[in-house]
T-cell receptor, first 112, second 115 residues
Framework: QKEVEQNSGPLSVPEGAIASLNCTYS??????FFWYRQYSGKSPELIMS????GDKEDGRFTAQLNKASQYVSLLIRDSQPSDSATYLC????????????FGQGTELSVKP | DTGVSQDPRHKITKRGQNVTFRCDPI?????LYWYRQTLGQGPEFLTY????????KSRLLSNRFSAERPKGSFSTLEIQRTEQGDSAMYLC?????????????FGPGTRLTVL
């Protein structure tokens, strides 16, 4: 059974701090990695995708991928109260139709 | 708004009734996925279509669940003889092979409550 593991949290950080969210996955053939943000009662919203080892930055968000360690992370710089949400890590294999395997999500709370 | 729409947004039904949900994907997207999400968990894959062909169905999925995408556009998910354990958020997502295949955009979801 392919697994994606995240700490459920809650992770609490003060406003303006860096929030670090981590995810590990069990299947070495996973090729694509995604971070989704989900507000309470809403559907997942895509934040970042990453396919190659290293860092990928988009605004205040940086995704980091280490395939050797089977580890992907999301850093949120200058955290804002509006970033308070559950962050879902998802992985897929291209030759498996692209279906996503999700972690259980990490709840982030940014305190003013 | 991602461009993926779902209807209805909420459904309350009694145990044993049948329910049907609809998903309209982003118009140029040829892949359509259904997921189910319960409280405190990440979405769980149910099934997916490429155009009108249903290419995979989760082995964990009861045979009370059926999905169709008759013309390769919208899709329906039917649950027969609903059970209280079917209560969840049902999410639809779409993606395009021509745009990198597996970047999926989710609709707003249909929240099902089985009494």
């Amino acid at each position: 059974q392919k697994e994606v593991e995240q700490n459920s949290g809650p992770l609490s950080v003060p406003e303006g701090a860096i929030a670090s969210l981590n995810c590990t996955y069990s299947d070495r053939v996973s090729q694509s990695f995604f971070w989704y943000r989900q507000y309470s009662g809403k559907s997942p919203e895509l934040i970042m995708s990453i396919y190659s080892n290293g860092d990928k930055e988009d605004g205040r968000f940086t995704a980091q991928l280490n395939k050797a360690s089977q580890y992907v992370s999301l850093l949120i710089r200058d955290s804002q109260p509006s970033d308070s949400a559950t962050y879902l890590c998802a992985v897929s294999e291209y030759n498996q139709g692209g279906k996503l395997i999700f972690g259980q999500g990490t709840e982030l709370s940014v305190k003013p | 708004d991602t461009g993926v729409s779902q209807d209805p947004r909420h459904k309350i039904t009694k145990r044993g009734q049948n329910v049907t949900f609809r998903c309209d994907p982003i118009s140029e997207h040829n892949r359509l996925y259904w997921y189910r999400q319960t409280l405190g968990q990440g979405p769980e894959f149910l099934t997916y279509f490429q155009n009108e062909a249903q290419l995979e169905k989760s082995r964990l999925l009861s045979n009370r669940f059926s999905a169709e995408r008759p013309k390769g556009s919208f899709s329906t998910l039917e649950i027969q003889r609903t059970e209280q354990g079917d209560s969840a958020m049902y999410l639809c997502a779409s993606s395009s092979l021509r745009q990198g295949a597996d970047t999926q955009y989710f609709g707003p979801g249909t929240r099902l409550t089985v009494l």
